[in-house]
Each structure stands twice: as C-alpha cells, then as structure tokens.
C-alpha cells in the first residue's frame, strides 16, 4: 500500500512541476500562415513545441488582430506586455524604433546580398539593440521581402509615370517622404484598409513583396502593372517582452532564442526559392511586369536622394556607418 501511495505521490509530483511549468504564449503577425512571414511563426511555435516536449506553446494570432489590426501598434502592445511575442516587420516598428527606419531607406540595399550583409554584421548587431534599448528582445531575422510597386493606371518606369498616382503606403512617416519626392500622393493605412481601398479605386497603387502581391491576389484588384525596382526590403524580427524574458529559465531562453534563428533562416530560405515560380504566376495572370534597366533604376535612386539625407540623420551615425560599409562593393 505505502509503495502505492509513493507512486501516487510521485505522479502528483511530476504533473505539478508540468502544471507549473507549462506556459502558453501569444505571438502576433501581420500576415497569415498563407505568407512566409506567417509561416516564420508558426514554424517558431512548431520548433519550440517540439523541443520543449510540448511544455510551452506558442500561439500565433494573425493580421495584428491583437492590435485590432493596427500594425503600427504592435511594438508598442509587446513592450506593454498585451502581446507576449512577435514576428514583426520593421516598417511597423519603426515608429517606436527609428533606427529601424533604416531597412525603408530607398535604393540603399540593391540585393539580398546588401540586406544579410546588414543583418548579419554589425549593422544588424546595432539594429538590435536599439530595440533592447526600447524594452524587447529581439531574437532573430526573417524577411518579409524586396518590396515592388503596382498600380491600376499605367506603366511605371520613371519618377515621373508616378506623378499624381494615389499610393497606399505603410504607416511609417518614412513613407510619405519617398513617395512625396517622387511626385506620388502617398496616403498611410493599414494592411487590413489597404486591400478594400485598392478594391474601390480609393487609391491606384501600393508597394508591397511579391509573396504578398501573389498570395493576396493583389492582380484582383485591378493592380495591372508592377514595377520591380527592389526599392527596399523589410526583415522580420522575432522578439519577445522583456518581462517575460526575464522570468524565463536560461534553458528555455537559449531553446526560445535557437528556434527563432532556425524558422527565420528557413522562412528566408524558403520565401527566396519562391520568387521566382510567383513572378511566373503573376504573368500568367495578365499582370504587366516592369523590369528596369540599371540605369532606370538610378533615376529613381536620385529622385529620392532628399529622404536618405533626411533620415540618416534620425537612424543614426553608427548604424549608417556600419549599413553603408556593409554594402559597400569593393
Ligand atoms: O502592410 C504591409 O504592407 C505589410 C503587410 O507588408 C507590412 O506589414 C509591412
């Protein structure tokens, strides 16, 4: 009998050290598991599941629903605790982080090439932390992508074809700025807003990766020409708040921290081998492809010189320092 009461006691044990231990999370995205960047998080939540033996859960919660969809507020709702975690781009959390604003920078990163050079060295080292500085920790990069830009009216292919065209643009002040200098008429909204007000006409075009423009079916709504330019490209950050992160053992951090590192470089992975199999698609869907010479693509790298200026400045020495020799060609 006492050696039943012992196993009893034992079990009762165990399942409380697993009560106490079990944890569950939320994660917030912008995108859905039907893009790469919701395919990061979920990817995350799947690693940290099955490494931690199902003792802590990782729930992802799409299009900024926790932030009743606004994007811009997401940082700011992980640092006050009413998000635990996040994959987020850092367009959106630039508001709360302007070094961050240093990825929206027009024709500073000409390929994928610039983009890791800067995230994988020092620049990506000072990135992080800024956003330590700002009360999150952040774990790992993933991409949402290069960002290209369609319209309903016509072919872009200099500054000038922008003229007077109505552009939905994220709601980062950045923004405002390049399509201001190229003569555009930039009006911020949210990703939830952006689809019904391309659907209306209330605007003719908007910037966005190809995975977005191909698995959100952008060519529905009347976005006819797509210029790729590669003006930018917004990474993905997994981060996680800070008082949560503190109350967590050393072993669940480092198990926290290597998972984030492995979904992104399989999210990255993956969203790159894609693209081309999407521009392919995107064709055959009667959408016209604009490709730009090298030397089409200066005319808009000039027209949009004012905002480098303007926002290295806000960005920081440092950090343009350190982004500026890291896509340096020698
Ligand atoms: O709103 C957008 O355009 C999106 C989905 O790309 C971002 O959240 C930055």
Do not use: C
């Amino acid at each position: 009998l006492s050696r039943y009461f012992t196993a009893l006691a034992a079990a009762a044990a165990l399942s409380a050290t697993f009560v106490a231990q079990a944890r569950e999370y939320s994660v917030s995205t912008v995108l859905s598991d039907a893009f790469p960047w919701g395919q990061a998080a979920q990817k995350w939540a799947d690693l940290v599941n099955e490494r931690s033996e199902g003792r802590i859960t990782l729930r992802v919660y799409p299009n900024a629903q926790l932030v009743a969809g606004d994007q811009t507020k997401e940082f700011s709702a992980m640092r006050s605790g009413l998000i635990d975690m996040a994959v987020g781009s850092t367009i959106n959390w630039s508001p709360q982080v302007q070094e961050l604003n240093l990825f929206s920078l027009p024709f500073l990163m000409n390929d994928s090439a610039d983009l890791d050079a800067i995230t994988g060295g020092k620049a990506g080292v000072l990135a992080f932390e800024a956003i330590e500085k700002r009360g999150i920790v952040p774990l790992a990069w993933g991409e949402n992508g290069f960002r290209q830009i369609s319209n309903s009216a016509r072919a872009l292919r200099a500054p000038a074809d922008l003229k007077g065209l109505k552009i939905r643009v994220v709601g980062s002040p950045l923004f405002q700025d390049t399509f201001n200098a190229l003569g555009a008429n930039p009006t911020q909204m949210s990703w939830a807003d952006a689809k019904p007000a391309l659907t209306t006409g209330a605007v003719d075009g908007q910037e966005n990766p190809l995975s977005v423009f191909d698995v959100a079916r952008i060519d529905q709504v009347g976005q006819k020409h797509l210029t790729l330019w590669d003006y930018m490209a917004d990474p993905l950050i997994f981060a996680v708040n800070q008082r949560i992160w503190k109350e967590l053992p050393e072993a669940d951090r480092e198990l926290l921290r290597q998972a984030a590192i492995d979904a992104g470089k399989w999210e990255i992975e993956l969203s790159r081998s894609l693209e081309a199999q999407r521009l392919e698609d995107i064709r055959a869907r009667g959408v016209e492809v604009i490709e730009l010479s090298e030397a089409e693509r200066q005319a808009f790298a000039e027209a949009t010189a004012s905002v480098r200026d303007k926002w290295s400045s806000r960005i920081g020495q440092a950090l343009m320092d350190a982004a500026g020799e890291a896509v340096a060609k020698p």
